[in-house]
């Protein structure tokens, strides 16, 4: 953790970060009624910040446990004057199962997960059929799970497990992926992935019932 990150964690905390048990009211927190989007392992915040900088109409919250990320990512909050940001420091499924409502988002985004691409860990990976169902739970009728990996194997196993998962519409193409949305960045670690011809996805479904 660098100096800047350290000092930004040390003084905005208090500002942005919260704590779970405070996410059974978002209007309390975010002092404003809007719709809540969630991502969940925001990393350096790169995608978090553009997000809520080009829709202050929402309000964002972050789930990351990596520190020198969440100190990276208030210390520019901070100077992009960027105000409908939240951020939380945990486990981002203990947190969803038990800390969040049903019926209470309007998007999680999951933006480059580690793919645990050995087959003995695979189990470890956050995406599964149990997770799924978890996040179908807290989105609002119509709300969106996107997903993106530039892991392709990963992308197969995301695309298979939304497949047999019930309840979702799927907002992509036929084969179930789908063009990366002007919301999302195209961030260092994307342009490092494709030079390194890595097989980029995106996965856009909505909540059906």
């Not at 991502?39 to 309000?59: C, D, T």
Request: charged share 30%.
């Amino acid at each position: 953790m660098t100096d800047a990150q350290r000092q930004a964690l040390d003084r905005l905390w208090p500002r942005f970060g919260i704590e779970p048990k405070q996410l059974a009211d978002f209007d309390a927190i975010f002092q404003k009624n809007a719709p809540v989007h969630l991502e969940i392992g925001f990393g350096m915040g790169h995608s978090l910040i553009h997000m809520a900088a080009q829709a202050p109409e929402n309000n964002y919250l972050g789930i990351e446990v990596y520190r020198p990320g969440v100190g990276h990512l208030l210390r520019h909050l901070e100077e992009k004057g960027i105000n409908n940001v939240r951020v939380i420091c945990a486990d981002a499924v203990e947190v969803l199962e038990h800390n969040i409502l049903s019926d209470s988002l309007a998007a999680l985004y999951l933006f480059f997960p580690d793919p645990w691409p050995k087959k003995r860990h695979h189990k470890r990976r956050i995406v599964r059929r149990e997770w799924v169902e978890l996040v179908r739970n807290r989105l609002i009728i119509g709300g969106r799970l996107h997903m993106a990996t530039d892991w392709e194997p990963y992308a197969e196993w995301m695309r298979e497990v939304m497949a047999n998962a019930p309840g979702w519409r799927n907002l992509g193409n036929g084969e179930g992926y789908a063009m990366r949305p002007d919301y999302r960045p195209d961030t260092n670690f994307e342009r490092r992935g494709r030079r390194l011809g890595h097989g980029l996805r995106d996965l856009v479904r909505a909540r059906d019932n």
